[in-house]
């Protein structure tokens, strides 16, 4: 069989609060969306933004953290798969679909100000079986000596 590869990788910001629930068995999971745009001349040579939806779920520790972390307008960094699930609408008997992505890693990019009051943590969602997860290597507010020293300020930063 030839190799295949089912990888997605976003960066944009959550659409609306996420949705948080657990399974009969307690797993918790969470449902959320994320929006990514693009940028294109149009054929008067006028600048379009064009702005796709991605329908995202994460389980078990990275749903903790979804929902400790992360709400409407965060900005996010999300490594995962596709996987389209089907199933019989119970009013009208209609096989229904929805594409999703299954988050394998998120990194919060959102300052605190900015809605995730996170920062920059960042988890891999892989539970258990000997994943690493990467921290956020900046330094806290407090400790900002060089940025003070070079009268740097949060509005000088350009996102």
């Given at each position: 069989m030839a190799k295949?590869?089912?990888?997605?990788?976003?960066?944009?910001?959550?659409g609306k609060d996420p949705e948080i629930r657990s399974t009969g068995g307690g797993t918790m999971v969470a449902n959320f969306t994320l929006a990514t745009s693009d940028r294109f001349q149009?054929?008067?040579?006028?600048?379009?933004?064009?702005?796709?939806w991605h329908n995202l779920v994460a389980f078990k520790r990275t749903a903790e953290i979804v929902r400790d972390y992360v709400k409407k307008g965060t900005k996010l960094y999300i490594e995962g798969k596709l996987q389209t699930r089907s199933w019989d609408d119970k009013e009208t008997g209609q096989k229904k679909y929805r594409t999703e992505i299954l988050v394998n890693d998120l990194s919060?990019?959102?300052g605190r100000d900015e809605g995730s009051g996170g920062g920059g943590?960042?988890?891999g969602a892989s539970s258990g079986s000997g994943s690493t997860a990467s921290f956020d290597q900046r330094q806290t507010a407090g400790s900002d000596d060089l940025a003070h020293s070079a009268e740097i300020s949060d509005d000088d930063i350009p996102f």
């Amino acid at each position: 069989m030839a190799k295949s590869v089912n990888k997605v990788i976003l960066l944009g910001n959550v659409g609306k609060d996420p949705e948080i629930r657990s399974t009969g068995g307690g797993t918790m999971v969470a449902n959320f969306t994320l929006a990514t745009s693009d940028r294109f001349q149009d054929q008067t040579g006028n600048w379009q933004d064009r702005t796709e939806w991605h329908n995202l779920v994460a389980f078990k520790r990275t749903a903790e953290i979804v929902r400790d972390y992360v709400k409407k307008g965060t900005k996010l960094y999300i490594e995962g798969k596709l996987q389209t699930r089907s199933w019989d609408d119970k009013e009208t008997g209609q096989k229904k679909y929805r594409t999703e992505i299954l988050v394998n890693d998120l990194s919060l990019l959102s300052g605190r100000d900015e809605g995730s009051g996170g920062g920059g943590y960042s988890r891999g969602a892989s539970s258990g079986s000997g994943s690493t997860a990467s921290f956020d290597q900046r330094q806290t507010a407090g400790s900002d000596d060089l940025a003070h020293s070079a009268e740097i300020s949060d509005d000088d930063i350009p996102f």
